[in-house]
């Protein structure tokens, strides 16, 4: 449960690798996007 561990956000930083727990910054912004890009649509119905 450190480095070596790649489920670990520590272990992703160290193996330089994205996932659940260390999502990449891009997908992040992304998906911020679409959820408000939802939520005005819906706001105007």
Do not use: C, H, Q
């Not at 690798?17 to 939520?39: C, D, H, I, Q, T």
């Amino acid at each position: 449960m450190g480095k070596g561990d790649k489920r670990t956000k520590r272990g992703k930083i160290f193996k330089g690798s994205f996932g659940n727990s260390r999502p990449n910054p891009k997908k992040v912004k992304k998906m911020k996007a679409l959820k408000k890009a939802e939520k005005k649509s819906k706001e105007k119905e």
